[in-house]
């Protein structure tokens, strides 16, 4: 991102986009990598149908719900959230995918996790096999997306010191620091959704490299937890900043939820300092465009700020 790198003062070269965005399953997004070792695990176990949850806008959701019409599977879906009054961004998307939808009501993240747990028995008690998957994906097993993924990222750009990613549930961060050795190496951007990320990313950092037969990671999880606003999914106006430049400069579109917070902390770290001029950047784009057409964001996206 040559253009977005000048910007911020950064040298020739030194920042790099990873476009997970544009993995092909029902608008793409991170989560294909974790979902590719989630479904073989259920199906290996016999399971006939996927649970999952998120909130309203999940991206996780989307593709859970996409992964199992691939391969012939159910799929049941929580929210934790009321149903909204006109679906709009991802729930248009969940609608033509059609799980059964779950509207839990307005519920924290373990709240999600405990519908989720509920759901998977009533399902068992109806005498199906239901798999349940975290939020997010983020069991060790579906960390093990990641794990590859740092191998993919190292073998593509191996002079890469610093990956920054979206932390909502963790597991990709988790993944990667497995992946590529240390905590020195990636820097989470904490989007509101989990509220102890810092002991659930070395913790799962930890299992998947075991699980990978890998070293233990070395150094401390690097997370920037100022950059949610008032809570998961709430615009900001340092989001709204890095949507409109890596748009104008880049023709890179983020979403107001994950990439665009993540985006945020990247140039915040790059003008604190906390990201050298000369630092080999790699920026993980998580996908989530659909959030872009939900109408929580439809006024706010809209009001177009004064070109630089």
């Given at each position: 991102m040559r253009r977005l790198g000048a910007h911020l003062d950064m040298a020739d070269d030194c920042l790099w986009v990873k476009r997970d965005d544009a993995t092909g399953l029902a608008g793409g997004g991170n989560k294909a990598r974790k979902l590719e070792y989630l479904c073989?695990?259920?199906?290996?176990?016999?399971?006939?149908?996927?649970?999952?949850?998120?909130?309203?806008?999940?991206?996780?959701?989307?593709?859970?719900a996409a992964a199992a019409n691939k391969l012939g599977l159910r799929?049941?879906?929580?929210?934790?959230?009321d149903p909204p009054s006109e679906p709009s961004g991802n729930v248009v998307l969940d609608e033509l995918l059609a799980p059964e939808m779950v509207w839990a009501g307005p519920l924290d993240y373990y709240g999600v996790e405990g519908a989720i747990d509920h759901t998977t028995r009533r399902l068992t008690?109806?005498?199906?096999?239901?798999y349940a998957i975290p939020i997010g994906g983020a069991s060790v097993t579906g960390a093990l997306g990641y794990v590859r993924a740092a191998g993919e990222l190292s073998h593509?750009?191996?002079?890469v010191e610093l990956v920054v990613v979206a932390d909502g549930s963790g597991g990709t961060h988790a993944g990667l620091v497995a992946g590529l050795g240390t905590h020195d190496r990636v820097m989470g951007i904490d989007v509101g959704t989990r509220p102890d990320l810092d002991q659930t990313v070395?913790?799962?950092?930890?299992?998947t490299a075991r699980l990978a037969g890998l070293d233990e990671p070395a150094g401390k999880?690097?997370?920037?937890?100022?950059?949610?606003?008032?809570?998961?999914?709430?615009?900001?106006?340092?989001?709204?900043?890095?949507?409109?430049?890596?748009?104008?400069l880049e023709g890179l579109v983020l979403d107001p939820v994950y990439s665009g917070?993540?985006?945020?902390?990247?140039?915040?770290?790059?003008?604190?300092?906390?990201?050298e001029r000369d630092t080999q950047v790699v920026f993980l784009h998580t996908g989530g465009m659909p959030a872009l057409f939900a109408s929580t964001y439809t006024e706010w996206i809209t009001r177009r700020p004064s070109s630089s």
């Open positions: 073989e695990d259920a199906q290996v176990h016999g399971c006939d149908t996927l649970v999952t949850g998120g909130g309203r806008q999940s991206n996780h959701v989307r593709m859970t799929c049941t879906v929580v929210f934790g959230s008690e109806e005498g199906r096999r239901p593509q750009h191996p002079d070395p913790e799962k950092a930890t299992e999880p690097q997370i920037d937890h100022d950059r949610f606003g008032e809570g998961y999914g709430a615009p900001t106006d340092d989001c709204r900043e890095a949507l409109d430049l890596a748009a104008r917070k993540a985006m945020a902390g990247l140039i915040a770290a790059r003008r604190s300092g906390r990201i």
